[in-house]
């Protein structure tokens, strides 16, 4: 189950697990502030497939946009999102990435190339594919990573955008973050084959199957298809088999089907766990070294919690800003 | 001065946007034929018939730096994409906080008469006027074509051209060269003071030949042309309708909830306008129903000038009563 450690200088793979941690920790706080009512809404956590994120975005560099969903922390934090402003875009405050206007399930960075969470399953893959047209319309090398489940790739947007990513030879990773449930309802039973990666076959592309916990192995299969964007020869479906540890949302009393052994089973397969482990094996990490990057980690989130609460809420006149710009 | 057509008026305004700003390139189901030649496959592009992926990409392609025009051709194939149109260009400025401008035109045509059936004859600019984040025009002319498209693909938001399929071979007097129109300006297309007649589309010319005949029976009719539906130009509407008192809309699409319906609403809640009504607001609209294919059953759904000259006897019935007197 262990990958090999990739082609990364050491520091770069102690910092994949930096946000793996830092994803994880955001969103435990997430869900306790949640829960204590200073975030409103709906909270979609990502604990548990922190790899998919972090692996993948460890293949890109600043020129290349992503796009996410409704469960996107974790693509804005491996992306290089800043804390203060998630977290006071969580808040609803005018700090916020999106000025109090979107909340957990709608934050961008254009600036870095997140292109945003995206409320409607499978709303994304066709805006990040135009941004992988003008990436080959601009012919700088970049390349757009469309983040989506498993519900997303039974969606017309998925075989639409694929096809088309794939007759234009776009510079295009399309990512399945394969969970095995679209909400509540498990893909077993809404999916025809057991790989939703067999289905690149069907537009004549490279699909290939990853274990979406394990991080290094997440890696490699992104820079891979990374590489074959970038030389023109088009795109890539990336299944990452993986798992959520927690319900559809953070709301209290939702229903979860999940069989609790499957529940256990998954988090013994601990993605962070992993990482960590793989480093200690290769030398690469210490206890001293781990409660450092822990301490930095909570630190960085008092900050980004001090930083929510000490903005300013939207004033009620700016519910008009913004219909369109100037 | 030169004619063009409608269509071709469009196309011009295209061409030469795209000749000033190589940030423009155009998405359709079909090349658009005028224009390859002289910008090649990769700005005049022909894609997949998938209205979703192609209405997403311009929203991603605008995002990250472009000016992309998707052309959806007919209003009616614009449904396949009503997710990204509904709640993805409409939204994604606001929603992200205004990070960053999306500005894609998207071209479809509207209205019938075309012997089409329900599926390929539709009017239903008031479902977009409804979503907000929209900005959306529907020209009567060939010279209000060229100038408003030329506006909407330097707006920095997503506008959509409705564009009517009856005009589409109608020739009017067009400049050469560039010149632009404002969103949000209607235009009087006739002064007159009995009535005004608020009119889009192929009903601007019908409301316009009603004109000339009732000029005859001296009856003073002023057409308003609101040419843009978001923003719309109430205070133009207002004006007139303080003017003359009375006020007929024709509209191509059915009234429920429609233009029609916005544009009484623009008149009777403004206190102001309300209070130099001297007859209640007659709408005069295509029959609730979907637009059946049969010459004799097309026609008897749409409005035409008779129907309007009838709708502005109505109004001006008050008129002739009080002139008895």
Known sequence: ?????????????????????????????????????????????????????????????????????????????????????????????????????????????????????????????????????????????????????????????????????????????????????????????????????????????????????????????????????????????????????????ERAGQPDPRDRAEVDAWQGRDPIALLERQLREQGELDDAGLRAMEGEIMAALEAAVAFAEASPFPLPEQATDDVFAA | MRELTYNEAAVEAIAEEMRRDPKIFYMSTDALAPLLKEFGPQRIRATPITEAALTGMGIGAAGSGFRPIVDWRQVTFSFVAMDQIVNQAAKIHYMFGGQVTFPILFRASVGGGGKVAAQHSQSPYSMFMNVAGLKMFLPSTPYDMKGLLKTAIRDNNPVISFESGRLMARKGDVPEGDYTIPLGVADVKREGSDVTVVALAWLVHEALAAAETLATEGISVEVVDPRTLVPLDTATIRESVRKTGRLVIADEAGPTAGFSAEVAAVATEDAATFSRLK????????LQVPIPYSPVLEDAVFPDRNRIIAGIREVLQGRRAAAAE
């Open chain 1, 1 to 249: 189950m262990t990958s090999l450690s990739p082609n990364l200088p050491p520091d770069k793979q102690r910092e994949m697990l930096r946000q793996m941690l830092t994803i994880r920790r955001f969103e435990e706080r997430a869900s306790d502030d949640y829960r204590a009512g200073k975030i409103y809404g709906v909270v979609h956590c990502y604990i548990g497939e922190e790899a998919v994120a972090v692996g993948v975005c460890t293949a890109l560099d600043p020129r290349d946009r992503i796009i996410s969903t409704h469960r996107g922390h974790g693509h804005c934090i491996a992306k290089g999102a800043d804390l203060n402003r998630m977290m006071a875009e969580l808040y609803g405050r005018q700090t916020g990435y999106c000025k109090g206007k979107g909340g957990s399930m709608h934050i961008a960075d254009f600036g870095i190339g997140m292109l945003g969470a995206n409320g409607i399953v499978a709303g994304g893959i066709a805006i990040v594919t135009g941004a992988g047209l003008a990436a080959q319309m601009e012919g700088n090398g970049g390349v757009a990573v469309s983040f989506f489940g498993d519900g997303a790739s039974n969606a017309g947007p998925f075989h639409e955008c694929l096809n088309i990513a794939a007759a234009w030879k776009l510079p295009m990773l399309y990512v399945c973050e394969n969970n095995m449930y679209a909400a509540q309802t498990a893909a077993v039973a809404t999916h025809a084959l057991s790989d939703v990666a067999a289905r690149a076959a069907g537009y004549g592309i490279p699909g290939v199957v990853v274990d979406g916990n394990d991080a290094f192995a997440v890696y490699q299969a992104a820079h891979a298809a990374v590489e074959r964007a970038r030389s023109g020869a088009g795109p890539t479906l990336i299944e990452c088999k993986t798992y959520r540890w927690r319900g559809h949302t």
């Open chain 2, 279 to 286: 007859a209640p607001v007659k709408r005069v609209c295509a």
